[in-house]
């Protein structure tokens, strides 16, 4: 690690060491800061942009890679299926997710780990923007670590296209094939796109530290045989067995241009994969032989339709933008402990309505954005019990009430940019949300809960405050001081959740919104016409942070569950948190053909209490670092991704930080050789050829339940006409 200290420090330190495939960073145009253009430069928020190009060459298989690729966001995995980004400390539904403007975090989004992200087809971005830091004035609850807004192509006008590729990658067994074709006219264009990849077992690296030769060995799977469940040695330690699945994407975009001011786009999504396996829960071993002989999600279902309407030029706005979406999203959880007959399947199924109205107006110096939000979620949650060897079905508790339970929500918001003058840009904003939550338990032979209803009203008023000082054409400096809430959803108040044998999460109706209250301050100085520095330290104070801790029911500490005494705990506003940390990113032109990228993020996350307690899902030091050269038709990146140390002493003992899957000195640090390439043959076919992780090394992200691929070729044919 200090090695790789060393080189973070040079990477960052020397303009010997920079790239940049452009200077004009500061001249980017963003959207998601206020949800219309705006120059990067003119606001003081850290947003990290991924352009439709830059997509295309980083090649990811899936769009947790895509995010971890940037160096800048942190991406934990529990299965080959999964990827859950974390944002300066943040996680899960502490961070939101938006696609097209449309919100995705729902009622059920959990505050451990998520992999949602990975039912977006990142073949269709357009563009992703991540931004660092509360966001609520502008996106409303959620956003207490950033927002990750997903931008997908829009269908073009006069233009008829074909676009499609291939992909093999051998250290994960992926197959992905991708087609999409655009018709346009001059007024009326349509945009259809589908995506299939198929995923093997996961191979992790075979080169693994002197000090622990056995981390993350595949021992050992499961298989039904006959009418028993039995043991099998793997063959290949190395081959991650339990973490194959499969995914297939659509996509169909429909857009009038009524007039030049008018606009209208119908946004159908649809994606769907097959069973995920939980990857890490098929690793536990119970009394010496495995915990379970089936741990899976089952299929997960991603629906979305949405019509946009773009409005120009009237009194009251200079721009509109209204959107009217409706999601229907399915996910379960289906699990069998081993030698037991009895197969358990939960299933949830949650409906998404949302309207979104932003307007925006410009007078003289001034940018005035105001709008409304309006989110109702309702959630439907079912269990049952299968006998494998009779195929007899009986009830089984579910892992939300199952009555009605939905959760509503209003909002109001204004943001305010002022020119104060060419060197000087203020910001400010306020938003008003109210949120009313009601769930309903009807079965309660499973467990006596003393309610059979929970129902909750919440109210925030979160503002910001910001400054942009320009004192040169090249230099930026920024302040930035915002609030974050997050209203307690269905998952937060009623779940049902037995996470470790012994141990019981049970319901507590009286849970308050958790807030975030962030400082920062920012620099963007650009050198010469070669170098670019950017550099963030923020510090974020939380008040009524919720966590897992200990409860009484009926006054009890322990309660019998599935036959077996276990711990009460609950979901509780407990803790007043304190997160800091910094960011530094420098990119530079070496020559006409060599760039080189650097970036490096630090994180430190405590509970106020005695023992300054850490909190979790704070990551360890991480970053990247690249040199690329292009020349005419062919560019080449090599790359390497690390990680510092995520010593014993620094795990939450909450258990999410999932120290049961690293070792037993905490996750150690790491870091790996890359290289991607791409040639352009002729201006319609391209080929694209990668090896990742080239020295072989064994590694897992911290928080993971899986280690990542080894040695992994990967080569890729795109054509288009």
Known sequence: ??????????????????????????????ISANKFELKKKETPNQIELISAKQIAFQNSPNTANLLEQTGNVFVQKSQAGGGSPVLRGFEASRVLMVMDGVRMNNAIYRAGHLQNVLRIDQSMLERAEVVFGPSSVIYGSDALGGV?????????????????????STAIGEKTGHVDFNIGKKRLAFLTSFTFSDFGDVVQGAHRLAAYPDFGKRLFYTERQGNADVSLTNSNVNKQVGSAYSQYDFLQKISFQQTDNIKHTLNFQFSNSSDVPRYDRLTELRNGLPRFAEWYYGPEKRLMVAYHLELKNTLI?????????????????????????????????????????????????????YGLEVVGNDVRSKAHFTNISTNE???????????????NTW??????????????????????????????????????FPFSQIQQKNSSLTGNLGLVYIPFAKTKLGLMGSSGFRSPNIDDLAKVFDSVAGSLI???????????????????????????????????????????DAFTL?????????????????AQNKAKAFIHGWNLNLKADLSKEFLLSSALNYTKGSINDAANTPLDHIPPMFGRSAIKFQKKAFQVEVFSIYNGWKKLADYSPSGEDNLIYATQDGMPSWWTLNLRSEYQMNKNFSLQ???????DKNYRNFASGISSPGRNFMITVRGGI
């Open 317 to 369: 706005y200079d721009r509109a933008s209204i959107s009217l979406a409706f999601q229907d999203i399915e996910e379960s959880r289906v699990s069998r402990n081993f030698n037991n007959v009895n197969r358990k399947s939960q299933l949830e199924k949650v409906n998404l309505f949302s309207l979104n109205a932003d307007f925006q107006k410009v007078i003289k110096e001034q940018n005035l954005t």
């Open 554 to 570: 009926n006054g009890e500490r322990t309660v019998m569950y599935n036959g077996q005494n276990s711990k009460v705990l609950a």
């Open 148 to 168: 990750v807004h997903f931008r997908t192509k829009n269908p073009e006008f006069d233009v008829k296209n074909v676009r499609s590729y291939l992909r093999y």
């Open 393 to 407: 079905e009986r009830k089984a508790d579910t892992r939300y009430p199952d009555g009605k339970n939905t959760m």
């Open 411 to 448: 909002a109001i918001y204004v943001a305010d940019q002022l020119k104060v003058a060419n060197t000087l840009i203020l910001h400010g904003g306020l938003r008003y949300a109210f949120t009313d939550l009601s769930a309903e338990f009807i079965e309660k032979s499973f467990f006596p």
């Open 506 to 548: 049970v319901p507590n109706p009286n849970i308050k919104p958790e807030y975030s209250y962030n400082g920062e301050v920012s620099i963007n100085q650009q050198i010469g016409k070669k170098m670019k520095i950017e550099g963030v330290y923020y510090v974020t104070n939380m008040s009524n942070a919720i966590v897992i």
């Open 689 to 695: 050829f990668a090896c990742e992780n080239i020295l």
């Open 1 to 30: 690690m200090r090695f790789l200290t060393l080189i973070s420090f040079l990477f960052v330190s020397y303009p010997i060491f920079g790239q940049l495939d452009t200077l004009r960073d500061l001249e980017e145009v963003v």
